[in-house]
């Protein structure tokens, strides 16, 4: 159950639509919430088990305020989803994420299909098709950042996103070769 703390604040208003608007699309996967909302902002989570599979999506947005001296100075918001999923088959490791260093020393292939920053590296050797149709799922969630190990994936992006359900479905997609 996400708690709200009721308040006349316009912030408040656009933090509770899209907390009620998280929380239905999150039934169709019959999922637990818990969480809080208020002015400076929210934090939900959700759980749920499907083929085997735990699923935990968290959106949060905090937003910090700072004391300006001599000039005013704006707030800090931070705004985060997070997909998890276990119960994958634990031999696989993978990481995504934006490093121009870490780039340079992976793999050419991803180099060709991620856009820079971003690099990968796995413990294995999928096919130039299977690299390309994961580089472009990669690109179309808007995903900031990815890790799989001990069966557990990890996926971060640093932005709200409207429609979960669709999120989590492709995640389902994403997945399917290490399920």
Not at 60 to 72: D, F, S, Y
Not at 133 to 142: K, S, T, W
């Amino acid at each position: 159950m996400i708690q709200f703390e009721d308040n006349s604040s316009p912030l408040y208003a656009v933090n509770q639509a899209y907390c009620n608007s998280i929380a239905e699309q999150l039934e169709q996967f019959k999922a637990t919430c818990q969480g809080f909302c208020n002015s400076y902002g929210f934090n939900i989570n959700a759980t749920w088990q499907h083929d085997d599979l735990t699923f935990t999506v968290e959106c949060k947005k905090l937003q910090t305020t700072q004391n300006g001296v001599v000039m005013p100075v704006s707030a800090h918001v931070t705004v985060d989803t997070i997909v998890k999923i276990r119960g994958l088959k634990k031999d696989y490791k993978m990481q995504l994420g934006p490093s121009a260093l870490k780039r340079w020393f992976s793999n050419k292939q991803w180099q060709l299909h991620l856009p820079k920053p971003y690099y990968m590296s796995t413990n294995y050797a999928p096919s130039v098709q299977e690299m390309k149709n994961f580089a472009h799922q990669i690109q179309a969630m808007e995903l900031t950042c990815l890790r799989m190990s001990n069966g557990k994936l990890i996926a971060e992006k640093h932005q709200s996103t409207k429609d979960i359900a669709a999120l989590v479905k492709n995640m389902e997609q994403l997945v399917q070769p290490w399920h």
